[in-house]
């Protein structure tokens, strides 16, 4: 690859974000580009390096062998550069995270006003969902997953375990004559998962029939499976940091001779390398998860 110092830094950034994505179209909604002006940067990148970048056919592109070397050195050496201007800029900083509907209002939304009031320039960008990978695909900044047994290993910083047990308003237990564990199969269990697995996994763990357990309602969130339990409507299977604020405030209570089981763990993805907002972020999230495990 010849040395140019005449080389665009502003091509090399569009070739990293075509590389990243494996797409031009990608890269040009990314960029707020036509697809026709990446093309041209990355044929003026080519011309001026010497070198074929990109492998073209049938309408995809693929990586050359230097295309590959560029786009490993060359993505770390912009990221430092994006790094070190947010840090001698002025301060202004937006941090797109990524997390899952439930967390976000039950957890994240409600604990980043002191962290906001620590960093007035700091503007987040919240994106919800369940998705795996936004972080390496170059949709987010900074991602919480979710992650269920087996499937523990991947980058990222492990956040909190998911703590879970059987949750319900205190007139159902009342109501329906909940006296020990063996009254689990009176309450009505609320579905909020494919196929159940939280509650099958659950039911394994404490060595219960999942089969005797007798479904009601159905809902497609944690959030208004949990809503759905404070009305009375039956028994949802949640962590403390998901539904802490109800159990705290006495509309929903831990169903007795049950303990918190793990169901699965969260777990912290930041962009590499990570702006310094961006580990402070990383940071406060630990912490304020370290105070809900003691709790």
Not at 44 to 60: C, D, K, M
Not at 225 to 243: D, E, H, N, Q
Request: hydrophobic share 40%.
């Amino acid at each position: 690859m010849q040395a140019d110092n005449r080389i665009s830094l502003n091509a090399v950034r569009v070739f990293c974000v075509v590389a990243r994505h494996g797409s031009i179209t990608l890269a040009a909604a990314e960029l707020s580009l036509t697809p026709s002006a990446v093309s041209h940067q990355l044929k003026s990148l080519e011309t001026q390096t010497g070198v074929p970048l990109l492998i073209r056919s049938n309408n995809a592109i693929a990586l050359s062998e230097a295309g590959r070397r560029l786009y490993e050195q060359a993505s770390v050496g912009l990221g430092i550069v994006q790094s070190a201007l947010s840090e001698i800029g002025d301060g202004d900083e937006t941090i797109t995270v990524h997390v899952s509907t439930s967390l976000a209002l039950r957890w994240a939304i409600p604990i980043l006003e002191s962290f906001k009031s620590k960093h007035p320039g700091l503007g987040i960008r919240f994106q919800t969902g369940k998705q795996i990978g936004v972080v390496t695909r170059g949709a987010a900044d900074l991602s919480i997953e979710y992650r269920r047994p087996g499937h523990y290993k991947g980058p990222g910083t492990l956040l909190c375990p998911d703590m879970c047990r059987p949750l319900c308003a205190p007139s159902v237990l009342q109501r329906l004559g909940y006296r020990d564990r063996s009254d689990v199969t009176k309450l009505p269990a609320l579905s909020c998962t494919t196929d159940n697995w939280d509650w099958r996994l659950w039911c394994e763990i404490e060595n219960i029939r999942f089969g005797d357990l007798r479904f009601s309602d159905s809902f497609d969130l944690d959030d208004t499976a949990l809503r759905a339990a404070v009305s009375g409507l039956g028994m949802t299977v949640l962590s403390k940091l998901i539904a802490g604020a109800d159990t705290d405030a006495g509309l929903l209570q831990a169903l007795p001779g049950f303990e918190p089981v793990e169901l699965g763990r969260y777990y912290i993805v930041t962009r590499i390398p990570p702006s310094r907002t961006m580990e402070k972020l990383q940071d406060w999230f630990l912490d304020a998860a370290a105070e809900y495990r003691m709790s």
